[in-house]
C-alpha cells in the first residue's frame, strides 16, 4: 500500500513547525469538501518528556516546560540530557541493548478539528512506538502495545472534540524492563504518525488486497478486495469503483461492483478485477509501480477512498528450480540488517533509509532480511520503488526468552491481548486472542500489498522446544495463509538438525524450508518428501556459500550476517557498542568484505580511495547538496581528514568540529567508530579519517557546512535548502 507518510490530502506536506491547529483544519477541510477519508501529518509539533510524569495524561497537565520536538523520535539515542553521552557500561539495557539509556518517556500534542464534521470517524494511527505505548486522548485510555515494531490504530471518536476545542493526545513509552532485545532497539514514538478522519462508512483498517493472479507481458489482471465498514446508524446501499493509474499516471478505465447492502454495525466485502494490456512489470532492474484507488459510493457519489500502491509482477516458487520473479530465475542476492541508524538511532529520515539501501544496491545486494522484526511502512515503500526483494521477519523470540532477556518479546508473545488491539481480527479466531497472534496479523495485512515483499519469516532462531514451537508455528502459518494465500512462509531456523526441524513437523509446516549456519541441513530437508525450496536464510561472510546457493537449484538464495553495522550485541565489548558485523560500517564506508561480495554478486567493480599519511586540510562533500525542510530528508556531509593531494589519511582521529550558518541545522554528528561517543551536538571524533554532519534545512536559501580540526585547513561546503517535500526516488538513486 502506499507509504501513509507520503498520502496526504490537497498535496499538504508540513515540513517545519506549524501551528499544528492550522494543519489540521486546512487538511480537514480538504477532505471534507472532497467527500472522501483523510490522512492527515502528525508527526509534528510534539513535546517530551523524559521519565515518569504522574497524571499527564490529563488535558490540563502543565506541559509548557516539556521539551518541543517532531517525531519520528528516539530519545535513547540521544540520551536524557543531549549533547551529554548517553552511553554507560553500567546501562540496565547491557551491552545487547548497546549501552544506551532505557525507561519511561512520555510525549504530547495539542491539536484542534475545527473543521471536522461531527460526524466523521477519527483515528490515530502509529507506525510503531518503542515499547509498551499507553495512548490517551483527552485523559481517556484508549489502548495499549507492547510491540515497539508493529503498527495499530485506534478509533478516537469518542474521546476526541470536534470545532475549535483543544484536544490532547499523550502517550506514556516504557522500555524499563531490561535487558531486551540482543540488539539495539531505540525507544519513544520512533516511528511516522497520523490523524485519519473518514465517514461513517469506509474501508476497512488494511483491508484492501491486491494481487496479479495472471501477469505476461501482454496482459495482467489486478485483483482487488476490500472490506467496508457501516459504522452509521443505518443501513446503507453500498458500491465500490476501482481506478487503475499505470506508471506514468495515465487512468486506465474503471471498474464498478454491484450494490450491497450493509446493516449499521456489519461490513461486506467486495472484488474486482482491473485488465491491464501491456503492463510495465515490477522487477528488481525496472521497479514498476501502479496506484490503485479504491473509492466506496453510495448513490454514486464516493464518501471514503483507499490508495494501494500496485507492483504487477509474477513470483513464484518451486522445489526443482528455486524462484522466478517474472518467469525468469533469481536468488536472493541478500543481506540482514536490523533498524537503527547510527547516529539516527530507530527514528529515520526516509531519505537515510535510501541511502543506505542504494549504497547496498552498489554492492550487488537485491534483497533485505528485516531482521529480526518487522520493517518500517517507509523503508517497504523504498523496496518497492528501488527494486529490492524482502524477507519480512515477525519476532526474535517465541515464548522462551534469549539469554536473561527479560524484556524482549517472549514478555507479552502469549499473553491475551487487551481490547481495542488497534488491528484488525485475527483469521479464525474466537474470544480473546494472544499478542503473538494480533501481531502476526498486523504484519501481513499491513505488508501484503508490496510487491517487494517475497516471503514472512515467522521467527529467527526461536529457542523453544521443537513441542512448544509445532503448534506456534502452525498457527501463525495458517493465519499468513488466510490472510495471503499467495505469498510463502519460512522460518530461519537455528540448528535444524539438531533442533529435530530436519525430520520433524516443521519441513512440512514452512513453505521453504529455511535455517541459519547450516546450509547442508536446509539443502537435505528441502530435498526430502515432499520437497520444497530451501532458503540459506542467514549465513557468514564466506563466499563460499553463495556459489553453493548459486549452485543449488532449489535454494532461493541467501541473506549475509549483516548488510551494515548495527548498534549492540556488544557484551563484554566496552568501550564498544557494537559487534563489528556488517559489509558496510554505520555511517555506509564499504569494508573489505563488501568488496569481497560485490566481486561474488557480479556487481560492477568499485575500488576503496586512495589514501595518505601526512594529514594537513579537512575536504566537506555532501551526499547531496540540496536538502529539505522536510523531516524525511537529511544530508550527509562527509569531513575527510585528508592530505595535500585531496587523500583520506585513515589514521587520523582529529576531533571535528563542524559549523552551520544559514538555514539549517546540525540533526547529528557520527562516523563508523564502534567506541562509544554522543551523536548529538557538533563535534566528533574522525574515524579512519572520516567524520559526518547531518544536516537537514530549516528554510530556503544557502546553508554553509564548516569543518574544522587542530592544524588543519578548515573545509568548507555549501547546501541549497529548500521548503519542497522530499521524494523518495526510484530504481538506482543517491
Not at 162 to 181: C, F, H, L, R, Y
Not at 273 to 294: A, E, G, I
Request: include cysteine; charge should be neutral; hydrophobic fraction near 40%.
Amino acid at each position: 500500500m502506499t507509504s501513509p507518510s507520503r498520502r496526504l490530502i490537497g498535496g499538504l506536506v508540513t515540513a517545519l513547525v506549524l501551528a499544528t491547529s492550522v494543519v489540521l483544519t486546512i487538511a480537514a477541510a480538504d477532505a471534507a469538501a472532497a467527500g472522501t477519508r483523510s490522512v492527515l501529518p502528525f508527526d509534528q509539533g510534539w513535546l517530551f518528556h523524559y521519565g515518569d510524569a504522574s497524571g499527564a495524561q490529563a488535558p490540563a497537565y502543565a506541559d509548557t516546560a516539556w521539551r518541543h520536538v517532531d517525531v519520528p523520535h528516539d530519545w535513547s539515542i540521544e540520551g536524557p540530557n543531549p549533547p551529554a553521552d548517553p552511553f554507560a557500561q553500567s546501562a540496565p539495557s547491557t551491552g545487547r541493548g548497546g549501552y544506551l539509556p532505557s525507561g519511561i518517556g512520555w510525549y504530547r500534542k495539542h491539536f484542534t478539528l475545527a473543521a471536522t464534521p461531527a460526524d466523521r470517524k477519527i483515528f490515530a494511527e502509529f507506525d510503531g512506538v518503542m515499547a509498551n505505548a499507553s495512548v490517551y486522548v483527552n485523559g481517556t485510555l484508549i489502548g495499549t502495545h507492547p510491540y515497539g515494531y508493529t503498527s495499530f490504530r485506534y478509533d478516537i471518536t469518542a474521546a476526541a472534540k470536534t470545532g475549535g476545542a483543544d484536544n490532547v493526545i499523550a502517550v506514556k513509552t516504557d522500555t524499563s524492563q531490561q535487558p531486551a532485545e540482543r540488539f539495539y532497539t531505540g525507544a519513544g514514538i520512533t516511528r511516522d504518525v497520523r490523524l485519519l478522519t473518514t465517514d461513517p462508512i469506509h474501508v476497512d483498517q488494511w483491508a484492501t488486497y491486491v494481487t496479479t493472479p495472471q501477469v505476461s507481458t501482454a496482459a495482467a489482471t489486478v485483483h482487488a478486495q476490500t472490506t467496508v465498514v457501516n459504522n452509521g446508524n443505518i443501513a446503507a446501499d453500498v458500491s465500490v469503483r476501482g481506478a487503475l493509474r499505470d506508471p506514468s499516471g495515465t487512468a486506465l478505465p474503471t471498474v464498478t461492483t454491484g450494490t450491497k447492502t450493509i446493516a449499521a454495525g456489519a461490513a461486506a466485502t467486495f472484488a474486482y478485477d482491473v485488465p491491464v494490456s501491456n503492463p510495465r512489470l515490477w522487477d528488481l532492474q525496472s521497479p514498476k509501480l501502479y496506484s490503485l484507488t479504491t473509492s466506496v459510493l453510495m448513490s454514486g457519489t464516493a464518501v471514503d477512498d483507499d490508495v494501494t500502491s500496485v507492483g504487477i509482477r509474477s513470483l513464484t516458487f518451486n522445489a526443482a528450480s528455486g524462484m522466478s520473479l517474472n518467469g525468469k530465475s533469481v536468488k536472493f542476492q541478500g543481506v540482514a540488517l536490523h533498524q537503527d541508524y547510527h547516529a539516527l538511532g530507530t527514528a529515520v529520515p526516509q531519505r537515510a533509509m535510501q541511502r543506505r539501501l542504494a549504497q547496498l544496491k552498489a554492492l550487488g545486494v537485491n534483497a533485505i532480511r528485516t531482521a529480526h522484526d518487522p520493517p518500517s511502512p517507509a523503508l517497504l515503500e523504498l523496496t518497492d520503488r528501488m527494486g529490492f526483494l524482502v524477507l519480512d521477519e515477525f519476532f526474535d523470540v517465541w515464548t522462551a526468552h534469549k539469554y536473561a532477556d527479560v524484556g524482549d518479546y517472549a514478555a507479552s508473545f502469549n499473553r491475551t491481548a487487551a481490547a481495542p488491539t488497534g488491528t484488525p481480527a485475527v483469521p479464525g479466531a474466537t474470544g480473546s486472542v494472544p499478542w503473538y497472534q494480533v501481531d502476526a496479523t498486523s504484519i501481513v495485512m499491513r505488508d501484503r500489498n508490496h510487491p517487494s515483499v517475497a516471503m514472512w519469516s515467522t521467527g529467527n532462531e526461536i529457542r523453544d522446544s521443537l513441542a512448544t514451537r509445532t503448534p506456534l508455528l502452525t498457527r501463525m502459518v495458517a493465519i499468513s495463509h488466510a490472510l495471503d494465500p499467495g505469498r510463502p512462509v519460512t522460518q530461519a531456523l537455528f540448528r535444524p538438525s539438531d533442533s529435530g526441524d530436519v525430520t520433524g513437523a516443521t519441513r512440512t509446516i514452512v513453505d521453504v524450508f529455511g535455517g541459519n549456519y547450516r546450509p547442508a541441513e536446509v539443502i537435505q530437508a528441502a530435498g526430502m518428501a515432499p520437497a520444497r525450496p530451501g532458503l540459506f536464510t542467514e549465513m557468514g561472510t564466506d563466499t563460499s556459500n553463495w556459489t553453493t546457493a548459486k549452485n543449488t537449484p532449489s535454494i532461493t538464495g541467501l541473506f549475509v550476517w549483516t548488510g551494515a553495522a548495527y548498534l549492540g550485541e556488544a557484551d563484554g565489548l566496552w568501550p564498544s557498542v557494537e559487534s563489528g558485523f556488517g559489509l558496510l560500517d554505520a555511517v555506509g564506508t564499504v569494508r573489505p568484505i563488501g568488496y569481497t561480495w560485490q566481486k561474488a554478486w557480479g556487481a560492477p567493480i568499485t575500488t576503496p580511495p586512495a589514501t595518505g599519511t601526512t594529514a594537513n586540510r579537512m575536504l566537506l562533500t555532501p551526499d547531496h547538496t540540496t536538502v529539505s525542510t522536510d523531516n524525511n530528508d537529511v544530508s550527509y556531509v562527509k569531513a575527510t581528514v585528508a592530505d595535500a593531494s585531496g587523500r583520506v589519511v585513515t589514521g587520523s582521529s582529529a576531533a571535528v568540529t563542524f559549523t552551520v550558518s544559514g538555514p539549517g541545522v546540525i540533526v547529528a554528528v557520527d562516523s563508523g567508530s564502534p567506541a562509544h561517543e554522543s551523536f548529538r551536538g557538533n563535534v566528533r571524533k574522525a574515524y579512519q579519517g572520516i567524520a559526518y554532519a547531518l544536516v537537514r534545512a530549516t528554510g530556503p536559501g544557502t546553508v554553509t557546512v564548516t569543518a574544522t580540526a587542530a592544524g588543519l585547513t578548515t573545509g568548507t561546503t555549501t547546501l541549497t535548502g529548500t521548503t519542497a517535500p522530499f521524494v523518495a526516488c526510484t530504481g538506482s538513486c543517491d
